[in-house]
């Protein structure tokens, strides 16, 4: 990506196992800052599953640097290249000035929904 990811908000906990403030969910944006302007494209929501086999951190010992890595291992290539091309395709519009006009801050929205793959059911099969 050519921005920075960014967490958004609030992030979302449960309690699983006895084990509370667990992150569940994280909602973040890309922001890309350019010389006369600065995009941020909104729409990343991210879910993690708790592992108890994994290190575990204590909600007030984040940062925000660890839940964007998180966020960022979770991508599938399919997700990142999503992403990579909405923000290309964006800065290149936003790049011409004439277009643009005097707007110095943009926001945009964005949603990657994965494509499911598709297959004969087993039984018609033949």
Not at 4 to 29: D, M, P, R, Y
Request: aromatic residues 12%.
């Amino acid at each position: 990506m050519i921005g920075q990811i960014k967490i958004e908000g609030e992030l979302k906990t449960q309690t699983v196992n006895g084990v509370a403030n667990i992150v569940s969910q994280a909602h973040w944006f890309i922001e890309t800052v350019r010389s006369n302007y600065t995009l941020k494209i909104h729409g990343g929501v991210c879910d993690f599953n708790y592992n108890p086999d994994n290190p575990f951190i204590e909600y007030a010992s984040l940062d925000e640097a660890t839940v964007v890595g998180w966020v960022t291992s979770t991508m599938t290539a399919a997700e990142s290249e999503y992403w990579n091309t909405l923000e290309t395709k964006e800065l290149e519009y936003l790049d011409d000035d004439e277009r643009r006009g005097a707007a110095t801050a943009i926001e945009c929205f964005g949603e990657y929904k994965p494509t499911p793959a598709t297959q004969a059911a087993p039984w018609a099969a033949e």
